[in-house]
């Protein structure tokens, strides 16, 4: 099983590119607001960073589901929504620890988490900048995960009043 | 149904508080390709050609590529269409971030701004809600803080389209600020929505997606676009060191125009450049615009001038304020950069303004600006520099009329300062060496901004890489017409670059991909371009669609007025000569150029001594409703 995907913050040039990949890969056609990978911006001091799912030991967002919508893929070890079984409601999105869960209900329905792309990660491919890479420890995953965290509260801090 | 595209125009009207939807099919995609040449189709309909730049007349268009908001890499850029006050003429500009990928996923392909309001407005979109927005809180602030506040107002996701004091006080190449930092610079669009007191448009987050006609076949020439692009060794260099990489290249070919055009290298070149950017540790990290993994944006800090938090210098930049006007001083630099960026200022415009004034000031003339400035505008002062950016501004003292440009500036101070006012048209002169780089010569005489380079930059004509040389070679039938300093296969060279370019904009890739680096070639645009919409495509027919463009731009400009005697270059790059790094002398007749132009106009054919396409080419190119403007012109007498 693969350890999942690295953020390294200080490296996303805030293309976007990320997420339009991965919504061409699953939905066949692309838009931000349908992708698994979040792409947080601060255009006037040029920080950038993008956030996913790291597969967080425990997995709050399905424990914190009513429905039980929510469980572990085995073959990648990455949290799967059941959407038969999802109520929309929203609970996984703010038990998130890395802001790391899309949920745009006008655009599609359920939360969209990343799945790795069954193995073989887009975003990583076309992350060129290197902000996106195939994690090689567990621990180095974290620290880019909760580095991208103090970015993007950051973030909410300075522009959402 | 369309692909790739919304099919669908916004038209706000300022003056009536009017908005509206106009709907467009594949026809218009099929001519016109997207952002810029639909665009140039609009204006024609739209822009009447007595229409004055500063008029409620005018109209401004804001138009995202075909190929915006799909994963193909570095195509996330936006064309801006207006009648410029610069040159009073068709104005085009092109510019990265994010604001073209976020109108195209609210639903927009074009905004097109009519009429003007009477009270500072901004506009508001987010998927079918449009509004316009009282702006008073606004105006006067510059366009980071604008940005800020409105991100505060709108949420974060948003993007902006701003402009700044320099827009709002009507200077003449006030530019047009997206995402902060990407600036559609050129030709003073800025000045145009300061008219129509536009402080800008903000789109929401978005929620449309772009459907793509065969989302398979797209998704695997973007991939092949995307290694293509890692293994391009210009790419790579642009990826690393950003576009003032270039400043090293042509001061070695001795085309790095320092001082006001009076020297093409220069001792000091590399405070200006890339490489120095980072070794000096000015480099924070890197900005992308939409899609863009090269990424050549520099975010770039110092602790001098007050401490300086911003984006850039790019090439042009650097040298305008750096080497032009003997500025060594790489933080100065980064200052001049960022209040040009949140005043919203072009910064080639801006530096050919300062360094004219500074050898205008050498010469004896403007003696009251030490007084005024209280500081003396000497060659590499940055002070003086730093007070001019101010002065220009806000119109203040001697700035009132250094902010209408070069070309009325130097009549007003005496006709003689014109000789170094390097401005033809109306515009001042990127920053290349004309007078020896010959395909940059043609293209910026012809160029319908005026002498720019971003409309058809010949960068292959340096022959810096291999695939530059191999270019040339087919374009010219020889690689030895590869290299600075000759004038052999020019107008082949400018031709190509024209038509390439025209698709390029309006699918909204980043020149830099085909044209200084090669990682698209036709065939792949075309590719493209059918996989995206639907439209059956051929390399030789998206070419085609490159000159109809083209040709169009042309025919817009000679409906107002442009003939064969506007082609033409500023006085100093025609009249003087200019001494190479190794003392070889070069000089750039009026002769050399005309023989080129001839040499343009019969492989375009179009009429040699008008400079006008023929009834017959435009019925070929499917312009029929050019063809009457045409023939009017053909009865005139040539001028």
Request: glycine share 10%; proline share 4%; charged share 25%.
């Amino acid at each position: 099983m693969s350890l999942g995907i690295s953020v390294n913050p200080s490296l996303c040039t805030g293309c976007h590119l990320c997420e339009l990949v991965c919504s061409t890969y699953h939905f066949n056609k692309s838009s931000v607001e349908l992708s698994r990978v979040i792409v947080y911006k601060d255009k006037a001091s040029a920080r950038f960073t993008p956030t996913l799912c790291v597969s967080c030991p425990g997995m709050p967002c399905a424990r914190a589901c009513p429905t039980g919508a929510i469980i572990e893929n085995k073959q990648t070890g990455m949290p799967e929504v059941l959407v038969e079984r999802c109520s929309s409601c929203g609970e996984c999105v703010k038990a998130c620890p890395y802001m790391a869960i899309r949920f745009t209900p006008s655009v599609y329905a359920y939360p969209l988490i990343c799945d790795l792309c069954g193995g073989d990660p887009q975003c990583v491919k076309v992350c060129w900048p290197g902000a996106l890479t195939k994690a090689t420890t567990l621990s180095e995953k974290f620290r880019g995960a909760a580095e991208a965290r103090s970015i993007i509260a950051g973030m909410i801090s300075k522009y959402v009043r | 149904m369309v692909y790739s595209v919304n099919g669908r125009i916004l038209h706000i009207d300022l003056t009536n508080n009017k908005v509206w939807v106009e709907k467009y099919g594949n026809d218009l995609l099929e001519l016109f390709v997207g952002s810029r040449g639909i665009q140039a189709k609009l204006y024609w309909d739209l822009v009447k050609p007595e229409a004055r730049a500063l008029s409620s007349d005018n109209v401004l268009f804001v138009g995202s590529g075909t190929f915006t908001g799909t994963p193909l890499p570095s195509s996330g850029r936006t064309t801006v269409t207006f009648k410029s006050p610069a040159t009073n003429m068709y104005f085009k500009a092109s510019v990265g971030g994010d604001f073209g990928l976020k109108l195209k996923l609210n639903g927009y392909d074009i905004v097109a701004v009519h009429g003007a309001s009477e009270k500072p407005v901004y506009v508001y979109i987010e998927n079918d809600y449009v509004d316009v927005l009282p702006a008073e809180k606004y105006w006067g602030l510059d366009v980071r803080t604008t940005h800020v506040e409105l991100v505060r107002k709108h949420g974060l996701g948003v993007d902006t389209l701003l402009i700044g004091p320099a827009g709002e006080n009507l200077v003449k190449y006030a530019s047009i600020n997206c995402s902060v930092y990407n600036v559609a610079a050129r030709g003073g669009g800025g000045a145009v929505l300061g008219y129509k007191k536009l402080k800008g448009i903000v789109v929401g987050n978005g929620s449309r997606s772009i459907i793509l006609h065969d989302p398979k076949r797209f998704y695997e020439k973007s991939l092949k676009a995307l290694f293509n692009i890692m293994k391009d060794d210009a790419l790579i260099a642009t990826a690393k060191f950003g576009t003032a990489s270039a400043t090293m290249g042509l001061d070695r070919t001795s085309t790095l125009p320092c001082y006001n055009f009076r020297k093409s290298f220069w001792e000091n070149a590399y405070r200006n450049a890339g490489e120095y950017y980072v070794e000096a540790g000015y480099l924070v990290g890197r900005a992308g615009c939409a899609q863009c993994i090269v990424s050549c944006h520099r975010h770039t800090k110092t602790e001098k001038y007050g401490g300086v938090d911003t984006v850039g210098p790019e090439y042009e930049t650097s040298n305008a304020l750096g080497g032009n006007i003997g500025n060594s001083d790489t933080d100065a630099l980064i200052k001049l950069n960022d209040l040009a960026n949140i005043y919203g200022l072009d910064t080639i415009s801006l530096g050919g303004v300062i360094a004219w004034v500074m050898e205008s000031y050498e010469r004896g003339y403007l003696k009251n600006l030490k007084d005024e400035l209280g500081v003396e505008p000497l060659w590499g002062n940055v002070d003086a520099a730093i007070k001019l950016v101010e002065y220009i501004t806000y119109r203040r003292g001697t700035g009132n009329l250094l902010a209408e440009g070069l070309a009325i500036a130097c009549k007003e101070v005496g006709p003689e300062t014109c000789k170094w006012a390097i401005q033809s048209r109306g515009l001042e002169h990127s920053r290349v060496e004309t007078r020896i780089a010959r395909a940059y010569a043609l293209a910026f005489a012809l160029n319908p901004r005026g002498p720019d380079h971003l409309h058809t930059e010949t960068f292959a004509e340096f022959g810096f890489t291999e695939d530059a040389r191999k270019l040339v070679k087919r374009l010219t039938g020889s690689e030895e017409n590869a290299g600075v300093g000759k004038d052999a296969g020019r107008p082949e060279i400018v031709a190509w670059h024209e038509d390439i370019y025209a698709v390029t904009d309006s699918v909204g890739l980043c020149a830099f991909i085909d044209t200084a680096g090669f990682a698209i070639d036709e065939l792949m645009l075309s590719e493209l371009f059918e996989s995206a919409t639907g439209i059956e495509s051929t390399p030789e027919k998206i070419m085609r669609s490159g000159e109809r463009i083209v040709t169009l731009e042309r025919m817009i400009q000679v409906r107002e007025g442009r003939s064969r005697k506007d082609d033409t270059l500023p006085w100093r790059l025609l009249n003087e000569e200019i001494t190479t790094r190794d003392g070889k002398t070069y000089t750039l007749t009026e002769t050399t150029l005309n023989s080129m132009l001839d040499r343009y106009f019969e492989i375009r054919g179009w009429d040699v001594m008008r400079g006008l396409p023929t009834p017959n080419k435009l019925r070929e190119l499917k312009l029929e409703f050019a063809v009457e403007e045409a023939l009017r012109r053909l009865q005139a007498p040539v001028t």
